[in-house]
């Protein structure tokens, strides 16, 4: 209900929402960057989008774990010209899973990391420009 309401407070259109927190799991083998990961959860923790328990896991073998956020390790996932990519599953009107994968030109931005995890968290593309959630980020 939270997550609904901060939703409605803040404009975003969304997938769908998580039942509960979830936990997100950082893959080390996506070498992403940790600490602006935990800065862009502070962001969205900060507009009512919170996770529970954070997992620095060394190496994810199976892309799809149930009912949690995974940064993923990009093996060919992002697109050419593309700074991330989240895929999201829903079912019976909630989050089921969401995985990020994030480009090697964007594993040190937090706009891009930000992004992307707001997709983790059920959120859609906007129409505003100044947004983080507008469909083209820079990898600044
Ligand atoms: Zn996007």
Not at 50 to 55: A, G, L, R, T, Y
Not at 108 to 117: A, M, P, R
């Amino acid at each position: 209900m939270f997550l609904f309401l901060a939703t409605l407070a803040f404009g975003y259109d969304i997938y769908s929402t998580w039942s509960q927190h979830p936990d997100l799991i950082v893959c080390q083998d996506s070498g992403v960057n940790n600490k602006k990961v935990l800065d862009a959860i502070d962001y969205w923790s900060n507009r009512g989008y919170k996770v529970n328990d954070i997992i620095f896991k060394k190496n994810c073998e199976e892309e799809i774990i149930q009912g949690k956020i995974v940064i993923f390790k990009d093996y060919g996932r992002v697109k050419e010209k593309e700074y991330g990519r989240t895929h999201v599953v829903w079912k019976d009107g909630h989050m089921a899973h969401a995985t990020v994968f994030i480009s090697k030109d964007a594993l040190d931005s937090l706009t891009v990391i930000k992004h992307e995890i707001g997709h983790a968290f059920g959120i859609k593309h906007t129409e505003d420009i100044h947004d983080i959630m507008y469909v083209k980020v820079s990898n600044n």
